[in-house]
C-alpha cells in the first residue's frame, strides 16, 4: 500500500483516477477496447470489488467478462484462470495479459509493441515488454536481453531476470543494455497455461479446476471458492517467468509506469515551473519538486523541498520523495494495530450506491449516504440500532414494516429499532440523505437481511 491513504485495500490503486479523469482499471480496458482486434476481454477481480469493477467498466461501456476470484491467491492463479477461460472460448487463443494499475501513456506504441511481439507469442514464446529504462530506479525489475529470436523481428530472448536492484547495480545493468520488466506479457493461453502446470502444479490444477466449477451470479462468473483457495499463492513472475526457457522481450517505449508510489507519481506528472504537482484544492509558495494531493480539504505548502503530502478525508500523509515507499511499512504496522483508516477507505462503496461516516460518537453514528437512480437497498432490520433518515436531494421511497411511503428533500422519516425497512432511490437523479443512528452498538454487522437484489443474504 504504498499510495495510502489515497489508495488502501477496501478500494485500490486500479480504482483511482490517478493519471488522468479515468481510472487505472478503466484505462486499461480501453487500451483493447477494439472488437477488429481484440475479444471481449476478461477481468479477474476480488470478489469484494466486484460491483465497483462492473461500475467502472460500465462507465466507459466496456462489457467484460467479470471473473471473480473468492481470495486471494497473487496474479498466478488469477492469471491461470483467465487463461482457463480464454481457452474455453478458443483452443487457438492467445492472451494479452494487463496489469490493471499501471499508466502506460502511449497506448499507439504499446499496441505496435504487441503486434511485433504476435509472431513470437504464436511460435510459442511467452513474450513480455521490455520498457527502455529512463533512469537508473531500484523501483523496478530488470530484464538482461539476451540473443534474437529467429525470425523473431526485434524480439530477444531473455537471458536473466533482476528484481530491483539499488541505484547502482541499477546503473551498471542500464549501461548494459537492460531494459524494465513492465509485467504485460503476450502468449498462447496454451502455451501459458502448460508452463504454468509444468512449474506450479500446485498453481495451475486448482486454477483450471475453479474454472471447471464456476457458477454464474448475477452478470458475475464465481470461481469455484474450495479449488480457488487450494491454489499455492505466487507471483506469474516467481512461477513462470523467472524459470520458463519460452521467456522473450519485445523492447519498446511507450511512456510505461507501474506506479508503484508518490514518488513515481511524481515523475508523470504534470509540474509546475519549481517542479511542484498540485492536484486537487492546493497550493505552494517557496516551495520545490513537491508532489501535493488533497481530495478534500484546501492544502498549502510554504518554504519546503521535495515533499509528499497526501489528504483525504479521513488521513493526511507527510513524507518525503525519496522515503515515500516506506509507507507500505507504516500501513503495516497501523493495520497490526487495528487502525481501521490503515485498509479501508472513508467513502465505502456498495452495488447500490455509497456512505461515508461524517461523525460519531459513543451512541450515535451520521451518514451521508448517496443511492444512485433505480437502486435500493436491501430489506433489513437492526437489534442494536434506530435510524433517522433526513433527505437531502432527490426523493425516496421509504418501507417500514408495512407501510411504503415517499420521503422529499428536507423530509425526515424514522425507522424504529427492530422494523423491517428498505431504502430505494424514486427518481432519476442520485438520492442524498443523512442518517442518525442510535443505539448500544453500532456497527456494520448488525444487519439481518430479508431481501436483497444482490445475493448478499
Sequence with gaps: ??????????????????????????????????????????????????????????????????????????????????????????????????????????????????????????AGRIVTFGVRPST????????????????GGDVMGVEAFVEKPDRAAAERLIAEGCVWNSGNFLARAETLLSELDRLAPGIAGPAVAAVERASRDLDFLRLDAESFAAADKGSIDYAVMERTPLAAVAPAEFGWSDVGGWSALWDIAERDAAGNALIGPTAAADSRNCYVRSEKHFTALVGVDDLVVVSTGDAVLVTTRERSDEVKDLVARLAAEGEGTAT????????????????????????????????????????????????????????????????????????????????????????????????????????????????RL
Design 136 to 151: 537508473a530506479t531500484s523501483r523496478y525489475g530488470y530484464i538482461r536481453v539476451g540473443a534474437p529470436l529467429e525470425d
Design 1 to 122: 500500500m504504498r499510495l495510502w491513504p489515497s489508495s488502501r485495500e477496501s478500494y485500490p490503486k486500479q480504482f483511482l483516477p490517478l493519471a488522468g479523469d479515468n481510472t487505472l482499471l478503466q484505462d486499461a480496458a480501453l487500451r483493447v477496447n477494439d472488437p477488429d482486434r481484440f475479444e471481449q476481454p476478461i477481468v479477474v477481480a476480488n470478489h469484494e470489488h466486484r460491483f465497483i469493477a462492473a461500475e467502472q467498466l460500465g462507465q466507459i461501456g466496456v462489457a467484460a467478462l467479470l471473473a471473480l476470484e473468492p481470495v486471494r491467491r497473487d496474479s498466478a492463479a488469477a492469471i491461470g484462470a483467465a487463461a482457463a477461460l480464454a481457452l474455453k472460448r478458443d483452443p487457438e487463443a492467445v492472451v494479452l495479459v494487463l496489469a490493471s494499475d499501471h499508466v502506460i501513456a502511449d497506448t499507439a506504441g504499446f499496441l505496435a509493441a504487441v503486434d511485433r511481439g504476435l509472431p513470437a507469442a504464436l
Design 344 to 455: 479501508q477507505a472513508a467513502l465505502v462503496h456498495r452495488p447500490w450506491g455509497s456512505y461515508q461516516v461524517i461523525d460519531q460518537g459513543g451512541r450515535f453514528q451520521v451518514k451521508r449516504i448517496t443511492v444512485k437512480a433505480g437502486r435500493k437497498l436491501s430489506l433489513q432490520s437492526h437489534a442494536h440500532r434506530a435510524e433517522h433518515w433526513v433527505v437531502v436531494r432527490g426523493e425516496a421511497r421509504v418501507t417500514i414494516d408495512d407501510q411504503i411511503r415517499l420521503v422529499q428533500e428536507n423530509e425526515s422519516v424514522y425507522i424504529p429499532l427492530g422494523a423491517r425497512h428498505r431504502l430505494e432511490n424514486a427518481g432519476e437523479q442520485p438520492l442524498d440523505l443523512i442518517e442518525v443512528q442510535s443505539g448500544a452498538y453500532l456497527g456494520e454487522d448488525d444487519i439481518v437481511r430479508y431481501e436483497d437484489d444482490y445475493r
